[in-house]
């Protein structure tokens, strides 16, 4: 964009376009530990079981060559399963918060320029730190920033 072409955002953009950004990443890593947790605590495979399992992506040479068990197998996929429905309502649930307190189009605009422009960075960076600073780290403050 050149000059003439820059677009504008007031600081209200940027604090929507925050408070949905916070909230995605709060709601990614709740969903990570979660993903982990169950990994982790799982009785029929130790963690580093679990990634070998997820990196053979179903090919039958490379599951053979592990000598995946069923009770890993279903443990495996129950654990997937759990994930991939996640992060599906995940995504349904941020889109949504996209096209309803930002806006799609600003939305798309905002997050291109951002990649852009560095004074834009700076300013949205400062909004962000400033919404952070005002919320306490529990889950449901951060839950309610929107």
Same mark, same amino acid.
């Given at each position: 964009?050149?000059?003439q072409?820059e677009?504008?955002?007031?600081?209200?953009?940027l604090q929507?376009y925050?408070?949905?950004?916070?909230?995605a990443?709060y709601?990614? @890593?709740r969903?990570?530990?979660?993903?982990?947790?169950w990994?982790?605590n799982?009785?029929?495979?130790k963690?580093?079981r679990?990634?070998?399992?997820?990196?053979?992506?179903?090919?039958?040479?490379?599951? =053979?060559?592990l000598?995946?068990?069923?009770?890993?197998?279903s443990?495996?996929?129950?654990?997937?399963?759990?994930?991939?429905?996640?992060?599906?309502?995940?995504?349904?649930?941020?889109? =949504?918060?996209?096209?309803?307190?930002?806006?799609?189009?600003?939305?798309?605009?905002?997050?291109?320029?951002?990649?852009?422009? @560095?004074?834009?960075?700076?300013?949205?960076?400062?909004?962000q730190?400033?919404?952070?600073e005002?919320?306490?780290?529990?889950?449901?403050?951060?839950q309610?920033?929107?």
């Open positions: 964009l050149n000059a072409e677009v504008s955002y007031s600081n209200e953009d929507k925050a408070k949905v950004m916070i909230w990443e709601e990614k @890593e969903m990570t530990k979660l993903y982990n947790g990994i982790d799982d009785d029929n495979m963690s580093a679990f990634v070998e399992i997820r990196d053979a992506k179903g090919d039958s040479v490379k599951m =053979g060559a000598a995946v068990s069923q009770s890993e197998l443990a495996f996929a129950l654990i997937q399963n759990n994930y991939d429905s996640m992060t599906a309502s995940f995504r349904e649930l941020y889109i =949504g918060k996209i096209k309803e307190e930002i806006g799609a189009s600003l939305y798309n605009s905002l997050n291109k320029s951002l990649k852009s422009e @560095e004074d834009l960075r700076q300013r949205y960076s400062r909004i730190d400033s919404i952070l005002r919320k306490d780290d529990s889950s449901e403050e951060i309610d920033l929107n």
